[in-house]
């Protein structure tokens, strides 16, 4: 079996593979190229070289996944990349809507030992700044049962964990209103016809519409929870409006 030379363009290509594996158990390879902005000749051509390498498996008409070895590359640069993000706002202060890409350029160049380095210094943590998993570096990642907050019902108390869509735009917004990882909410009340919900931040009242109700992923802190939708998080995510390598 050929080897493969580790570029930034393979990385980027079995992350956003790993990615859209989240949301089903093969990949089609449209949905790949729309997601790393390339045509489909150029899709086919990343699967070609990354199957006779042995890191995903192709079926005809029925998509692409990750071998073992496959998804082992693409967890070991996800955690380079939360654990850069964490670094970047903790030590270098910078905001949690300017990360990513700062972290998309140089994930594909930290060391081994930098990474270590980090991570120590960071205190070994389980989480980047938005709430997402950081795998352990031997790909383990840390199960969570969290609810989007559109799910839980009147009265209900929780904890901010998660935020689904990291675009600067939403991140900012999210801010404003005091709902970070790590913020106390209670769901106050809904009005069905708008669409609307009032909850309390902490102290603050805020109120939100039905969009960024479904992007906040809850801990659930109290009883008041009655529905059955759980997620069990032990892998990374779906997460929307962020470049995950394209």
Request: proline share 6%; with cysteine.
């Given at each position: 079996?050929?080897?493969?030379?580790?570029?930034?363009?393979?990385?980027?290509?079995?992350?956003?593979?790993?990615?859209?594996?989240?949301?089903?158990?093969r990949v089609r390879?449209?949905?790949?190229?729309?997601?790393?902005?390339?045509?489909a000749?150029?899709?086919?051509?990343?699967?070609r070289?990354?199957?006779?390498?042995?890191?995903?498996?192709?079926?005809s008409?029925?998509g692409v996944r990750?071998?073992?070895?496959?998804?082992r590359i693409?967890l070991?640069v996800?955690r380079?990349?939360?654990l850069l993000?964490?670094?970047?706002v903790?030590?270098?202060g910078?905001?949690?809507?300017e990360?990513?890409d700062e972290?998309?350029?140089?994930?594909?160049?930290?060391?081994?030992k930098?990474?270590?380095?980090?991570?120590?210094?960071?205190?070994h943590?389980?989480?980047?700044?938005?709430?997402?998993?950081?795998?352990?570096?031997?790909?383990?990642?840390p199960?969570?049962?969290?609810?989007?907050?559109?799910?839980?019902?009147?009265?209900?108390l929780?904890?901010?964990?998660?935020?689904?869509?990291?675009?600067?735009?939403?991140?900012?917004?999210?801010?404003?209103?005091?709902l970070?990882?790590?913020?106390?909410?209670r769901i106050?009340?809904?009005?069905?016809?708008?669409r609307?919900?009032?909850?309390?931040?902490?102290?603050?009242?805020?109120?939100?519409g039905?969009?960024?109700?479904?992007?906040?992923?809850i801990?659930?802190?109290?009883?008041?929870?009655?529905?059955?939708?759980?997620y069990?998080f032990s892998?990374?995510?779906?997460?929307?409006?962020?470049r995950?390598?394209p």
């Amino acid at each position: 079996m050929p080897e493969l030379e580790r570029t930034k363009a393979i990385e980027d290509f079995l992350k956003v593979v790993y990615h859209l594996q989240q949301q089903s158990d093969r990949v089609r390879t449209s949905a790949v190229a729309e997601a790393m902005n390339i045509t489909a000749p150029s899709a086919y051509d990343f699967i070609r070289r990354c199957q006779e390498a042995g890191l995903l498996d192709y079926r005809s008409h029925r998509g692409v996944r990750l071998t073992e070895e496959g998804e082992r590359i693409a967890l070991e640069v996800l955690r380079s990349h939360r654990l850069l993000e964490l670094f970047l706002v903790r030590a270098l202060g910078y905001a949690w809507d300017e990360v990513h890409d700062e972290a998309d350029r140089l994930e594909h160049y930290i060391s081994e030992k930098l990474e270590a380095r980090i991570a120590a210094y960071l205190g070994h943590p389980t989480v980047d700044p938005h709430g997402d998993p950081i795998p352990a570096k031997d790909g383990t990642l840390p199960e969570r049962q969290l609810v989007p907050l559109s799910d839980l019902p009147d009265g209900s108390l929780g904890e901010v964990s998660r935020l689904l869509d990291q675009s600067s735009e939403s991140l900012q917004h999210l801010q404003s209103k005091g709902l970070i990882p790590g913020a106390r909410v209670r769901i106050l009340r809904r009005e069905p016809l708008d669409r609307l919900t009032h909850l309390q931040v902490e102290d603050t009242p805020q109120v939100i519409g039905e969009t960024t109700a479904h992007i906040i992923l809850i801990k659930p802190l109290n009883d008041n929870f009655l529905t059955n939708t759980c997620y069990c998080f032990s892998q990374p995510d779906a997460t929307i409006g962020q470049r995950e390598g394209p």
